[in-house]
């Protein structure tokens, strides 16, 4: 089994940043990719940003630019960086990892999930 928890979420203002961290404890080795998704209220969950082992990423068209996903292997651990957040990226946030090496946006392929952590920009 898996455990990932995450950490960073907050209020942040318009045009600042924050940074989310979640960290992968327990039965580790066969996970090859770790994500970020985000649920805002009354939305579908929606893919932020994934992070293969060899660190190749993929965003969410919307992001590129603002957000920059990132993983430190030795600690087990993926980071967003979010910079000139804006009322809309208001969500919960949900780190995810799967097992394998074969990178996917679908949510639907994660195996493990986060309990998700609260991200609201406001003045």
């Known amino acids: 089994q898996v455990q990932l928890v995450e950490s960073g979420g907050g209020l942040v203002q318009p045009g600042g940043s924050l940074r989310l961290s979640c960290a992968a404890h327990g039965s580790i080795l066969n996970i090859g990719v770790m994500g970020w998704y985000r649920q805002g209220p009354g939305q579908q969950r929606e893919l932020v940003a994934v992070i293969d082992s060899g660190g190749n990423t993929n965003y969410a068209d919307s992001l590129k630019g603002r957000f920059t996903i990132s993983r430190d292997n030795a600690k087990n651990t993926v980071y967003l960086q979010m910079d000139d957040p804006k009322p809309e990226d208001t969500a919960v946030y949900y780190c995810?990892?799967?097992?394998?090496?074969?990178?996917?946006?679908?949510?639907?392929?994660?195996?493990?999930w986060g309990q998700g952590t609260q991200v609201t920009v406001s003045s």
């Open positions: 995810a990892a799967k097992r394998g090496i074969s990178s996917s946006e679908d949510p639907k392929n994660y195996d493990y």
